[in-house]
């Protein structure tokens, strides 16, 4: 009986023995490392699309909606470092003659991020332009003359 016991458990001890002294496999050869530390994977192309619908559609502290409903979207292609994209909303800015007063808003933007050290950058481009909006006559409260008011407009960004 007791050479039974010791034929089972000479292998096992000898097998825990090798599995307390293995090392890490590498598969390459190569020195141990972690996958955190791999460079990501390089991403083709993509395009994605997004809808939403808000209750009121406020900008900068002012609402675009009359405080009424919104029914935006938009489309984004971003490839490698470089995205575009446009996005667009409904407006209501209570105008009493539609003709001259925007009732939609678009977006078209572009950029490129990337990284230098520490530092994530992301440098864009955003062009507001309000379709079928005419620049109206807007008196000017200072000398009572009529100015134009352009609703179109471009601004540069940065986030670092």
Wanted: negative net charge; proline residues 4%.
């Amino acid at each position: 009986m007791n050479v039974r016991i010791l034929a089972f458990a000479a292998p096992t001890a000898v097998a825990f023995a090798l599995a307390l002294l293995a090392g890490p496999a590498h598969a390459d050869g190569m020195a141990r490392g972690n996958v955190k530390d791999a460079p990501p994977p390089q991403e083709r192309c993509k395009l994605t699309a997004n809808i939403g619908v808000a209750t009121e559609y406020v900008f900068r502290g002012i609402s675009q909606t009359s405080e009424g409903p919104a029914v935006q979207g938009g489309f984004d292609a971003t490839c490698g470092m470089f995205y575009a994209g446009v996005w667009a909303s409904n407006l209501d800015w209570g105008g009493n003659d539609n003709r001259n007063v925007a009732n939609i808003e678009m977006d078209w933007y572009g950029g490129v991020k990337f990284n230098t050290g520490r530092i994530a950058w992301d440098l864009g481009v955003i062009y507001y332009t309000y379709p079928r909006g005419l620049d109206i006559g807007v008196v000017s409260v200072t000398d009572a003359t009529q100015v134009k008011a352009e609703f179109n407009y471009v601004e540069l960004g940065k986030d670092g």
